[in-house]
């Protein structure tokens, strides 16, 4: 069966600070892959996805970036956070195909 | 473009009540349809879906009809239990690897 984990499950970091979450699939192969942000009591913000290695499609101009540096693994970054970078969050993954998504358990990230 | 629309919350009801929450669509050919559930700290879990018209998705108790001529999902249970408190969640898959999610609609169910 397949799984997707995050880490870390929480984060404090402090303004100006870098910054990078991880996202890994296990149990599939050449998934799609998202990376979402969920401010406090908001719906979900699109930030990126990927549709293979090295592909990374940007829906939010900002601070942050994306990388997919294997097929599994999706890592979100920034060199210097802002405060309004806190929130909650998430990786996706899907299949080209199979029509829905599957998400992490989420990364709380706070910015002071 | 496409696009969810789903009630706006929050919305409380007393445990055995029914629940509706709406949620209407926008998309060009024939999209696939979902509801999610996020409990507090957690990340989405699917929770139901319907992949064509007049599909009726179900799972623990929650029950979403493919309406096309309507363009709806609306999110129905019959009698809403406390553990039932989450915020849900409606979506859509359209064309290419895009989907798109409504705002969420809060539900708080007290005994």
């Known amino acids: 069966s397949q799984t997707i984990h995050q880490w870390p499950a929480t984060l404090v970091q402090p303004v100006g600070s870098p910054l990078s979450l991880e996202c890994t699939v296990e149990g599939t192969s050449n998934p799609n892959l998202y990376w979402y942000r969920q401010a406090a009591g908001r719906g979900l913000q699109l930030l990126f996805y990927?549709?293979?290695?090295?592909?990374i499609s940007s829906e939010v101009p900002q601070n942050l970036s994306a990388s997919r540096p294997q097929d599994r693994q999706f890592i979100l970054s920034s060199k210097k956070l802002l405060l309004s970078d806190s929130g909650f969050y998430l990786c996706?993954?899907?299949?080209?195909?199979?029509?829905?998504?599957?998400f992490g358990p989420g990364t709380r990230l706070t910015v002071t | 473009g496409d696009s969810v629309t789903q009630m706006e919350g929050p919305v409380t009801l007393s445990e055995e009540a029914f629940l509706t929450i709406n949620c209407t669509y926008t998309a060009t050919g024939y999209p696939s349809l979902f509801w999610y559930v996020q409990y507090p700290g957690e990340g989405l879990q699917l929770l139901l879906k319907?992949?064509?018209?007049?599909d009726k998705g179900s799972n623990k108790g929650f029950e979403a009809t493919y309406r096309k001529e309507t363009t709806s999902f609306h999110l129905e249970k019959g009698s809403v239990q406390v553990s039932d408190s989450a915020v849900y969640f409606c979506?859509?898959?359209?064309?290419?690897?895009?989907?798109?999610f409504g705002t969420g609609t809060s539900l708080t169910v007290i005994p």
């Open positions: 996706a993954w899907s299949l080209s195909g199979l029509g829905w998504q599957y």
């Open positions: 990927s549709v293979g290695i090295g592909q």
């Open positions: 979506a859509l898959s359209g064309m290419g690897n895009q989907f798109y």
């Open positions: 319907a992949t064509k018209a007049d």
